[in-house]
């Protein structure tokens, strides 16, 4: 751990009681002139940190900034996601710095965050605009001991995660829509983007993109994308904090990474459906050039959505673009 | 098309007549000097060509080498599997020299041999013995218009054109085990490891990756897989041309390609099951830490094998390590 992060984490405990120089100096085992270098320096980041010559120091609030070492010290102990997290300033996607770290044998749980992407992208090749500093931009890799066939249980993972921190830090309830995006009062918010290597029975690793519209203003949107699209900021009228939020996100993948693990996929696919806005529903399910009309009945063993076709057939769905009917 | 194979053509073209150095040199619009020098470039690299001052040039026999020029030129014109044949002397493995023509958004089709392989690698990790110009290393790059559910149609694709190209080229009666290996009275010369790249619902790429155990003789095989593991000279008690060979497998595959392509796949699966030594059988398969007993029926519409358990229930098999209870 950083000097850096072993101070902010020092100031984090002691909530709002000031810290001593002297004691931090003790604690942490440098010379109180080190301590107030690195507090300099953490001010320069936009940390907001007071000192005063009597009490100490005190940490009033925390940049919206993406600090590797800070998101790895308030995360704390995970199993396996944010075991280890990269912070880059701009990149062409969080996935492919992914997929390279996977061709290089890099042990799953690795995070990386780009402020922004130049070529972030969505589902099926389409475009996925990711601002600077406005939205969380960040993809995980992956080695689930899961069958190819069985992927889609992490994609019903991903998605119940996702809406809980959404959920925990906005007081939203988010919805999800079939496969795997966020909505919020019916615009998408969030969305995943996740994409495997793999034999015919054996995942080699798995690419999970994620990328949520955090403090985009209404006008970073396209016209086109106003009437489907929305950020949190835009529907709470203030400002969320993106490291808080990244550090919720990862807290309850971890979490739902570890569930499906222990074969509880059952569980998740119920909270699923809770807050899904799919089950039960008459849809329209585009899968390129097929569509499948039906109703939606539940989720599969392997987090296939199984629709009800007109004629009564139970068709297994994986992926498409799903259009509610009613 | 390079000098070599244009005047290779126009010679396998005469068969048995000599075509003279006049000829060559009016119908290629090169000097008779410039058709000598390559002719002697060709008798090195073991082309066997007759020089008659009188008559002409005639091939007596092509050697066992791969060419990519003359593999192409022999191939002739193919909807997609052979348009660009690349031959290395030695690599890792051709699988992983595909996926990165892959990544290079190389078109499909592209085929990498390789006279040995350093790394071959079989299914789930295992290794692939690869000997120096003893077999048929080989991989292909294939962009399907499938979903990543509906992959083992190709598995199932490049087993029956894999059979029918060895029986072809041999007389030998090889079956298809499941789900991708194929024998000759009972032991395995040849395999296919397939490794996709793939979102949800759609498969970016496809690695197609065949070992051909062609001229390697018992010697070669390790005692241990002496018994389960044959060549094709072994069973024949003769040489087979590696070149002949390849050129009628990636044939096949082209065709076969093309009939899943074009929604053929119910015939493709009946002939799999005609060749199979698998359907009506009953099996032990083992897939990770996962055992299905039962008896193996049929092939699904997505070439997954469909296996009736001793409870009755009809479970979908993809991949899984399959042993022949009787």
Redesign the interface.
């Given at each position: 751990m950083s000097l850096d992060v072993q101070i902010l984490t020092a100031l984090r405990a002691a909530s709002d009681v000031a810290v001593s120089g002297a004691e931090l100096s003790q604690k942490l085992r440098v010379s109180r002139a080190a301590i107030w270098a690195r507090v300099e320096e953490l001010r320069s980041l936009g940390y907001d940190i007071e000192a005063s010559p009597h009490k100490g120091y005190r940490l009033l609030s925390t940049p919206d900034v993406l600090h590797a070492d800070d998101l790895i010290s308030r995360l704390g102990k995970t199993k396996v996601v944010g075991r280890d997290i990269r912070v880059f300033q701009e990149t062409t996607s969080t996935n492919d710095v992914i997929d390279k770290l996977a061709r290089d044998g890099v042990k799953e749980g690795v995070v990386v965050f780009a402020d922004s992407q130049t070529r972030g992208r969505g589902?099926?090749g389409r475009k996925w605009m990711s601002p600077a500093r406005r939205g969380l931009w960040f993809s995980i890799l992956l080695r689930p001991?899961l069958?190819?066939?069985e992927?889609?249980r992490l994609?019903v993972a991903s998605a119940t995660a996702l809406r809980r921190a959404i959920e925990s830090q906005t007081g939203l309830k988010p919805e999800i829509k079939w496969?795997?995006d966020i909505l919020v009062y019916g615009k998408k918010v969030a969305g995943i983007?996740?994409?495997?290597?793999?034999?015919?029975?054996?995942i080699?690793y798995v690419v999970l993109g994620i990328g949520v519209d955090v403090n985009l203003n209404p006008g970073d949107f396209p016209a086109e994308l106003r009437k489907i699209a929305t950020s949190l900021k835009a529907e709470l009228d203030r400002p969320i904090s993106r490291p808080d939020l990244a550090v919720a996100i990862l807290r309850e993948l971890d979490s739902d990474y570890a569930r499906i693990s222990a074969g509880q996929f059952p569980a998740l696919a119920d909270e699923w459906a809770k807050h899904g806005t799919t089950i039960g529903r008459d849809v329209v399910i585009r899968?390129?050039n097929r569509q499948v009309r039906g109703r939606a009945e539940s989720l599969g063993e392997d987090g296939e959505l199984l629709v009800r076709t007109e004629h009564g057939h139970l068709e297994r769905i994986?992926?498409?673009d799903v259009t509610l009917e009613k």
């Open positions: 589902r099926l001991d069958r190819p066939q992927v889609t994609t496969p795997n983007l996740m994409e495997l290597s793999a034999e015919l029975d054996q080699k899968m390129g994986v992926g498409g």
